[in-house]
């Protein structure tokens, strides 16, 4: 009767102990960029990467848990810091350079993903032991997110804009986004992960950069701070690089009241890219410990007592 269980127990291991192999914890960096009304090149505004400055990126870091539901399906929390950054001096376009504004934001971010596996190699090398595989999966989820977009005044200080009200409007610190994004990753050992992520994350305000629809009235606003930061086409003397010869940009060619400052009709967003390492963490699920654990305990002989002989 012990055999048969014995039995039973070892061809059911896999589906009784599937916590096995379920969570893994890790760390993240790369590289992080945006899209938005800052920078961007000489024609107006496209969608996706093709307005993305590529010597605006910054960088991204943190932390990250996964469990897996199945081998198809697993749910990821990620707890991550986003530097974006935009200034027009680095665009092509004579409108944008004109207006001369720039940003730095750094954003927190606690995003919930749904990771789904679409392709896999289970045994690299074929050393018929699976230890090592490759696996690829697109992902899904929602994410909140703090913020808070600071400008780089003349005088050599980062300002938050939000307590501004640049455009004379009130924003949150906080918001919601969207992670789209797809991913690879490598199993060495059982134990260690390295993998990749592409993430794009569609967000629900315009208010990243500071920038989203037209300059108010200079008298309107609460300081002589928010007026400068709100209009620093004053500050520009030189010809915007890569446009046409005679399209200079000049002071007091833009900022005046009721003339557009920023695109509303689009929200902004925010995309990175990074490598990543995590450690698998070994356990066995409860019901597996309960029932079948003492099948595979070292039986512990008895020992006999001897009576002494007098």
Known sequence: ????????AI?????????????DIGIQAGASNYLGEIGGKFDTRKDFV????????????????????????????GLNWVRIQGA???ST????????????????????????????????????????????????????????????TKEGDWVALRPLKTEGKSYGPVNVCIPLGLGFLFTVNKRHRIGWEFNWR????????????????????????????ANRNPEISYMPTGTDEGEVATPGQYGRAGEKRGDPSHKDTYLTTSL??????RGRSSLYKSKYGSIFRKSKSKKRKIRAKF
């Open 93 to 152: 376009n004579p409108a944008r350079v004109g207006r001369n504004l720039s940003f730095r934001d750094d954003i927190l971010e606690l995003a919930l993903t749904a990771q789904v596996f679409f392709y896999e190699m289970p045994d690299l090398g074929h050393t018929y032991r699976y230890k090592n595989d490759f696996k690829m999966y697109a992902f899904g989820g929602v994410g909140g997110f703090y913020y808070n977009p600071k400008a780089y």
């Open 276 to 281: 990543y390492y995590s450690y698998v963490i």
């Open 202 to 229: 569609t967000t629900f305000t315009d208010y990243l950069d500071d920038v989203s629809s037209e300059y108010v009235d200079p008298s309107t606003l609460e300081s002589d701070e928010a007026r400068a930061l």
């Open 88 to 90: 027009d001096n680095a």
């Open 50 to 77: 093709r307005d993305i400055k590529l010597n605006k990126t910054q960088f991204t870091a943190g932390g990250f848990a996964r469990y897996k539901f199945t081998s198809l399906l697993s749910a990821q929390l």
């Open 1 to 8: 009767m012990r055999k048969i269980i014995l039995a039973l």
């Open 11 to 23: 061809f059911t291991t896999p589906l009784i102990g599937v916590a096995q192999y379920n969570w």
